[in-house]
């Protein structure tokens, strides 16, 4: 069974960065694709970013690219994501997840998801 732990959220102030980490217990981090998504109050959950299993390939939302990246240690069952020139719209509740069975870019094809950590960005 998959158990992901997300830390790293927090307050910063607009242009400043964050980095997140995702813990995976699972037995098969190694050999499944990893991504993060986020929701903002009243809005949908959307997609980040996201990792293939052997980290050489990565996918981002057009609103993140060149300011986020997205990266794995296999070695350690965890993935992050580093957060740089923040903007206010980038607060939400970030959410890492595993074993996609479909489309990456879809909430409903990711099968195993964290608890979330709050990120907030003030202007």
């Known amino acids: 069974q998959v158990q992901l732990v997300e830390s790293g959220g927090g307050l910063v102030q607009a242009g400043g960065s964050l980095r997140l980490s995702c813990a995976d217990s699972?037995?098969?981090?190694?050999?499944?694709?990893m991504g993060w998504f986020r929701q903002a109050p009243g809005k949908e959950r959307e997609f980040v970013a996201a990792?293939?299993?052997?980290?050489?390939?990565?996918f981002y939302a057009d609103s993140v690219k060149g300011r986020f990246t997205i990266s794995r240690d296999n070695a350690k069952n965890t993935v992050y994501l580093q957060m740089n020139s923040l903007k206010p719209e980038d607060t939400a509740v970030y959410y890492c997840?595993?074993?996609?069975?479909?489309?990456?870019?879809?909430?409903?094809?990711?099968?195993?998801w964290g608890q979330g950590t709050q990120v907030t960005v003030s202007s």
């Open positions: 997840a595993a074993d996609p069975e479909g489309d990456y870019y879809l909430p409903d094809d990711w099968e195993a």
């Open positions: 699972g037995r098969t981090f190694s050999s499944e694709p």
């Open positions: 990792i293939s299993w052997s980290g050489g390939s990565t």
